[in-house]
C-alpha cells in the first residue's frame, strides 16, 4: 500500500466529505457488520478481533469526519513547542476576547470554521454551552482542509499526524481533559497493517516526526502514548518557528513544517541564539525578527532539511509579508500583555509568569 504526498489535500477530500458526528453510535458493529452465512463469523471491516480498546475508530474511512475522545490519541512525534501551549493557554484563561478563544480553536478543529456565541460559564467539555458558525453536517472544502489529522493504525488506534499542540491545549485547558471530543479527519485506514508495516507506511509517507530537540533519533516505542505536555519534551526552536508564521514563512498544510525549519535553526546556526531569553518580551520578539529575517533571505531554491527546499518549506518571498515592522503580522506579535488585544508572545510570557514557568 502507497499514498501520494502526505500534504495534498485530495487525498483526504477526494474519498468524499463524509461526516462521522459520533464515533461510538455511527461505527456500531450492529450498523456496520453484515450477518454472514449460518457458521461464519461476519465481517468487521477485515476484522476479526472486536475486542481492541479502540475498536469504535476500525472502520472510519479517509475523508471521514471522526469523532474522537482526545486520551485515545497515539502522538506521531515526540516533541512540543511548550511555548505555543502556553500562548493557547494564556489565551484561554487570561484572554481579552469576546468570545474566549478556546471555543474558536475547539469549532475549527472541528471543521466547523469559528465560535458564534458562548454562554455565560461556557465549557469545552459542554458542547451545549457554545455554538460553532457551521453546524454538523454544514462543513465545506475549506472548513475540512484546516481540521486535524489522525490515521488508523493497528487494532483501531487512531495516531494523530496534525494538531498536537492543539489538542494538548485542550487536554491541559481545566474544562478540557483527556475525555474531551474533538472531531479529526482521517487521512488513512492502515489497521489491518501489522505494527512493522504500518510504522514502515508511516514513515514513507512522511506522517511521523522521529527526531528529539537536539537532533537525536526517536524509536517509535518511544513516541508518547497520549497529548499532554507531561508526555512530550519541550523543543525551543519549535517554539520559535511558531512566533515567527506569516512573518518569515507560511504554513502550506506539510507535516512537522516547523520541525523542519527548526533543524535548520539548530544545525546551520542563522543567527546567534546565545542571548534569547525565553521569558523576556524584547529578547523573543528581537530573536524571531532576526530568525525570521534570515528565513527570508534565504534563495528559494536552498535546501533546508531533508530535502526539502525554503520554497517548499513556505519562506515567504519578503519579511512581514513586504510590510513594516509596525503592519501586518509582526505588528501584531509585538503587542504587550497591557494592550487591548495582546500579541501572541505577551500572551505565553504571561502565562509562564502567572504559573511560575520563567
Known sequence: MRFSSPYRLASALGVGLAVTVGAGAALAPGALAAPGAPGTRPSFCQHDNRST??????????????????????????????DEVYYKLGRYTLGKDAINKKFDDWCEADGRVAAA????????????????????????????????????????EPFLTDGHHTLTSFFESPDGGADLHVRLRVQANLSTLTR?????????NKWVWLRGPNGDPVKVNKLPTSVGLANFTDDKYRSLLYFGRDIGYAQNGLPFQEFYWGSWVRDAKPIDLANWNQNDHGS?????????????????????????????????????????????EFDKLSKPYSDAKPGKLAYALEYKRVHGLG
Not at 472510519?60 to 482526545?70: C, H, S, T
Not at 535546501?303 to 517548499?312: M, P, S, Y
Open 284 to 328: 523573543y520578539l528581537a530573536t524571531v525578527r532576526a530568525l525570521t529575517e534570515a528565513i527570508t533571505a534565504l534563495p528559494k531554491n536552498t535546501v533546508v532539511d531533508n530535502g526539502f527546499t525554503a520554497a517548499q518549506l513556505g519562506a515567504l518571498g519578503q519579511w512581514n509579508d513586504g510590510k513594516a515592522a509596525n503592519k501586518g
Open 53 to 82: 480498546p479502540f475498536a469504535q475508530y476500525l472502520c472510519a474511512k479517509p475523508g471521514d469526519l471522526l469523532d474522537v475522545r482526545i486520551g485515545d490519541v497515539h502522538p506521531t512525534q515526540p516533541s512540543l513547542g511548550y
Open 117 to 156: 456565541s458562548a454562554s455565560p460559564g461556557a465549557r469545552l467539555n459542554d458542547p451545549s454551552s457554545f455554538t460553532c458558525r457551521l453546524p454538523v453536517g454544514a462543513e465545506t472544502a475549506d472548513s475540512i482542509a484546516v481540521m486535524k489529522t489522525v490515521v488508523i493504525g493497528p487494532g483501531g
Open 196 to 204: 512493522q508495516a504500518f510504522w514502515n507506511e508511516m514513515r514513507a
